[in-house]
DNA sequence: TAGGCCATCTGGTCCT
DNA sequence: AGGACCAGATGGCCTA
């Protein structure tokens, strides 16, 4: 399987660089700035100010007006603040949320049969995997509890390796002793479980690539 | 260079 | 109102 691209943003790759600055310093979709919103404001007064400083006859109408308008900018660069600010929490809950989704994932892409060859599962390829693994762990046990009951049923599971031969496997005595498998508490895809249940895990591992369904 | 994958931003919608 | 969730858009990185 080829490796995959996919690695962060520049901004990303810079917001690391530089973790201890805010998020919003790698913000490119405002450009328009606080600074420039009390820049625009200044400017914004300043004509009048120096209109009035200047002695120029302004009538009191006008001034009420262009206070007014004054006042709305302001406000309008606050709401504008307001805005942005919330923006940038909304940003960052949807970024910590896509980070939790992607630890999941990899919690997920860690008990999966991994292959030593094998780079990193894409998410797809994760979830469509699991849900084949999810088949393959119910047929298998759909299977061996079919056998634990034939061979209760016979009370003689003497010949249970002949029927499944598995070279160095306990599947007989684990398929006979009980209806339904006990099963290790060790990560089903580690070392350890493969040995307790080699068996198992062969004809999970089987089923799981012989998966019949749109996958 | 095209295509695949990914991270992030964004605006809309729903829920508490 | 604010947070969670979602889907579309965008741009970067990587491989064939």
Redesign the pocket.
Known sequence: M????????????M?SAFSDLD?SS?????PHTDDEDSRGSMHAASPASSLASSGNALDAGELQQKKKRRGRARSEAAVHVVKKN???????????????L?DALDALRSVLPAFPDDT??????TLRFAHNYIWALSETIRIADQRGNKARDSSAAVNCMAEVPSPGSDACSWASSASSPSYSSSNPGSPEAMDDYGFLQADVVYRYHSYPGIY
């Open positions: 080829p490796k995959r691209g996919g690695s962060r943003t520049m901004c990303t790759a917001e998020s790698c913000d490119f979709s405002f919330r923006r940038l929490k909304a940003n960052d809950r949807e970024r910590n949320r896509m980070h939790n992607n990193k599962l894409t998410k797809i390829e």
